[in-house]
């Protein structure tokens, strides 16, 4: 009898299975204990506190590189192996985890990417998979309603923030701009997320199209200088189109003037652009609801599930407020959007994914999101934000009695940045390392008006009060070396 190994059986399939969910659930057990960083300890599941002196395992390296042989292998071994290279990393699923931006990544999200990749059905357009993309726009749907965006809105689900951002920038420029885009300016602070810079040069704009406005002392883009700069655009006969605002920039958790900046687009005829990647889905708690004020005027708004919503990295979103010119920026030239796809007629009431984005083919990405809100509820995401919220205020208020900190800003949302009062970039770069060798927490450095900022990043559904003050002792401790 052939057999054919791409098929395994449904016994092999059953240990195959319970091998990885057991490495799974080892893993997020272990989590609680993790050092921060594994890249520095030989024992990263256990307590040991990292000591940053550990050299990378060359024949570890060298096993992961290798080509891959004419001949099988066990399952086990390789699954040994991915749990070594996983194990080498700055742990950015634990709750230790404040640098950067976290997400956690979410258990019952993990499952319904496998759950989503074992029936690996297509839904690049609605007629092949109608129901699951009922789940995905459903999801986009309520996310809309969210936002309070009118009945033409929509979205799709992305990879990440980027992509979404390209596909808002691609949008607003064919819709403002029309073929010839030369001419064309947008406005966004040095505060601005640089994947709005990266996507406008991918979407064909020159780095002299892209304006810098300044900001406030409180890192607020300045809207009386972005009138100016589109009114002196004008005047130089240039084409100002697309006005990105941030709702909560990734170093500081900064929101920019939302209504003002709302309002002068709308007087421009801008597009009217929300990077709220990091901070859009507070809007589900009701102190983000009311420091995002004004997002409801957006023509875009970006939102990262893999951020706010603590899912597993790899999803963005990217929401309209009308889909047709989404959908005008996205479609192939003229009628013809592929004639092999002709037998497919679509289904009126929900949208091909594949006609709003550069992609056809892609991977189901509704389930991840759709399941662990109904599963869990979308009080429990409210909750865990509210909780974020209140540990940065507290984190807050904690380091600013301390004489050795400087705390330059309080939070808008769930993020606080800090350096020591006394020192210059260098002690504050020495400071963070002190901070980061204790091995029970992760924080990272970014550079503000020039100078070294410390940041606290709170969003881990995994971290609580207790992460959190473990986290403000080292902080006070590693000051007090200075
Ligand atoms: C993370 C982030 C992005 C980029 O999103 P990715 O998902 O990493 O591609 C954009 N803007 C802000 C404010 C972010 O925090």
């Known amino acids: 009898m052939t057999t054919y190994p791409l098929e395994p059986g449904p016994e092999q399939m059953q240990e195959l299975g319970q091998a990885a969910l057991d490495w799974v659930t080892r893993f997020v057990e272990g989590l609680a204990r993790a050092p921060s960083d594994g ?55 634990g709750p230790a985890y404040l640098g950067y931006v976290p997400g956690g990544g979410l258990y019952v999200s993990a499952l319904a990417e496998f759950l989503a990749r074992g029936a690996n059905r297509f839904t690049g357009l609605a007629a092949t998979a109608p129901e699951l993309a009922a789940m995905e726009y459903g999801v986009l749907r309520w996310l809309c309603r969210t936002f309070s965006l009118p009945q033409t809105a929509g979205g799709l689900i992305t ?79 240039r084409r100002p189109f697309l006005l990105v605002a941030t709702a909560g920039s990734t170093d500081t958790g900064t929101i920019d003037p939302l209504g003002d900046l709302g309002r002068l687009a709308a007087r421009e005829g801008l597009w009217f652009h929300v990077d709220g990647a990091y901070g859009g889905f507070f809007q589900l708690t009701r102190r983000g609801r ?20 603590f899912l597993p990295y790899g999803t963005g979103v990217l929401l309209v407020r009308d889909t047709a010119p989404l959908r005008a920026a996205h479609s192939g030239d003229g009628d ?4 092999y796809l002709q037998d497919l007629s679509g289904d009126h009431e929900l949208p091909d994914f594949s006609a709003l984005g550069p992609e056809l083919s892609r991977d189901f990405r509704g389930l ?19 909780e974020k919220l209140d540990l940065a205020a ?26 020591l009062r006394r020192g210059d970039d260098d002690a504050n770069l020495r400071f963070l390392d002190r901070i980061n060798a204790s091995g029970h927490v992760f924080s990272s450095s970014t550079r503000v008006g020039g100078r070294v900022l410390l940041r606290l990043c709170i969003l881990s559904h995994r971290t609580h009060l207790v992460h959190v003050d473990q986290a403000l002792q080292i902080i006070h401790a590693a000051a007090r070396e200075q």
């Open 394 to 419: 507290h984190a807050h208020g904690d380091l600013a009695r301390d004489p050795r900190l400087e705390l330059p800003w309080p939070p808008d949302l769930s993020t606080v940045a800090f350096r």
């Open 336 to 339: 013809d959007d592929g004639s």
């Open 159 to 237: 990879t990440g923030g980027s992509m979404a951002t390209l596909s808002a920038i691609v949008a607003a420029r064919h819709d403002r701009l029309g073929e010839d885009f030369s001419a064309g300016t947008l406005y966004l602070s040095a505060r601005t997320h640089h994947s709005a810079a990266k996507a406008a040069r991918i979407a064909g704009l020159p780095a002299a199209a892209v304006r810098v406005v300044p900001t406030t002392v409180d890192l607020r883009m300045d809207v009386a200088a972005a009138s100016q700069m589109i009114a002196a655009d004008r005047q130089a006969g």
């Open 368 to 386: 991840r999101v759709w399941l662990p809100l109904r599963m869990h509820g979308v009080g429990a995401f409210r909750a865990a934000l509210d």
């Open 290 to 309: 009311a420091a995002l004020s004004g997002v409801e005027a957006a023509d875009s708004i970006v939102l990262d599930p893999h951020k706010g919503l």
């Open 39 to 93: 890249r520095s300890t030989a024992t990263p599941s256990t307590a040991t506190p990292s000591t940053g002196t550990q050299s990378p395992d060359p024949a570890l390296r060298e096993a992961l590189l290798a080509e891959p042989r004419e001949d099988p292998s066990e399952f086990g071994v390789l699954l040994a192996l991915f749990g070594a290279a996983a194990a080498q990393a700055i742990e950015t699923a």
